[in-house]
């Protein structure tokens, strides 16, 4: 069984593992390199964790089949518009991808983003994942402005990264602080595609 979960407090030592698994299989995805997050302390990864787990301004979500964690996905919300969320670290393992589990994530994010007073989510692709683009896309992602709408070309090239937006539905209320998302109906989904 799927089911999407907020990161707990105490739990660095999944979001570590996690957060290493997706820069060692896609470098490509991320600004951040795994090298560097070998270097990281152990501090560093308590406090990035545990600051994801609690509050309203910043969340981790995982994604598991059973036990095992397949996914993660984050919102930190931006310090230049208080009402808009940059969508981080988002990553699915390649044996999962393009069975809906990349959807199931976002929609966690969306369904969070709702319910703590986001309006718009951001999120950067980076040059050449144009996957990551088209999945960005039919979930109702659109360029963030003309110079992204290049940048979108660009990127079918290799060129550089794209810029998104998208505007955060309402969302039925329910909480997922600390509860689990699985299973949802279509109905209930943000109303984008897989």
Known sequence: MISV???QPDERELFKRMRLTALRESPFAFASTYEA???RSP???????????????????????????IGIA?????????????????????????????RDLIDA??????ANGFR???????????????????????????ASLDGADDL?????PCFLRCRVPVMPTRSVSDGTIAGFQQSERSGFGD
């Open 5 to 7: 979960r907020r990161i």
């Open 37 to 39: 997050a070998l270097r």
């Open 43 to 69: 501090e560093s990864w308590r406090d990035q964790a545990d600051s994801t787990a609690q509050g309203s301004d910043r969340s981790t979500f995982i994604a598991f089949s059973d036990d095992s964690p």
């Open 74 to 102: 984050a919102l930190y919300r931006t310090e230049e518009e208080n009402d808009v969320g940059e969508l981080l670290q988002m990553w699915v393992s390649p044996e999962y991808r393009g069975k809906g589990i990349a």
């Open 109 to 114: 994010v969306f369904q969070w983003a709702s």
């Open 120 to 146: 718009t989510v951001a999120a950067t692709i980076a040059k050449g994942n144009v996957r990551a683009l088209r999945f960005y896309q039919k979930y109702g992602f659109k360029p963030a402005s003309e």
């Open 156 to 160: 079918v090239k290799g060129g550089r």
